[in-house]
């Protein structure tokens, strides 16, 4: 893949429709999530018209905290999952992205405080917008030894999300896609931020 990458989208859309592009602006990813799904389930298509599924994100359970979310490949072949840290993540995101049951990754919000501070800020009108805007969220991707992967960060835009994922250390390719689709959960699970 090349570096950086962008995922976009639109923030006036029934369901949630993000896509992702490399630095050569080709399309990479199109990513599809229903609205009202009692189980989350995002669809990820190679590109906008839909017609090839590539990778399918799934809910364990019902509208829960700390859910398993599995990806799975257009085949039904198993490729990890992504599940967010219950309680640890009220004070600032944590993720962790798995391979056969084992933590494999972890996501974890760099700058908690801008967390407190848009929270804080939010409810004050006006402010709360300009707040929303200035203070974007960025998340970062290690091994459980510590060692930075990758650096997903929010970009400051009105009428769209847009994030850019930039490489920090060498990675599989596997591992590189698995850490993508747990970035995009992610992005749809904290969308509500900024």
Not at 17 to 41: C, H, P, W, Y
Not at 128 to 155: C, F, Q, W
Not at 177 to 193: D, H
């Amino acid at each position: 893949m090349q570096y950086p990458i962008e995922l976009t989208f639109k923030l006036m859309t029934f369901g949630q429709r993000i896509t992702a592009t490399d630095a050569s602006g080709n399309v990479l990813m199109f990513i599809k999530q229903k609205m009202f799904k009692l189980k989350e389930k995002v669809n990820i298509y190679s590109d906008s018209s839909q017609s090839n599924l590539i990778f399918t994100i799934a809910s364990d359970r019902m509208i829960d905290f700390s859910a398993n979310y599995h990806f799975t490949d257009a085949q039904g072949n198993d490729w990890g999952a992504v599940r967010r840290k219950g309680m640890k993540s009220l004070w600032s995101a944590h993720y962790e992205i798995m391979q056969n049951g084992v933590v494999d990754m972890t996501i974890n919000e760099e700058s908690p405080m801008k967390k407190v501070l848009e929270s804080l800020l939010g409810e004050i009108p006006i402010i709360g917008l300009v707040a929303a805007y200035l203070l974007n969220p960025s998340y970062i991707v290690t091994r459980p030894d510590g060692t930075p992967l990758l650096r997903l960060t929010k970009r400051p835009a009105v009428f769209e999300g847009k994030f850019v994922l930039e490489k920090l250390g060498e990675m599989p390719e596997d591992d590189e896609l698995r850490s993508l689709l747990g970035m995009i959960m992610l992005v749809l699970l904290e969308r509500g931020r900024g």
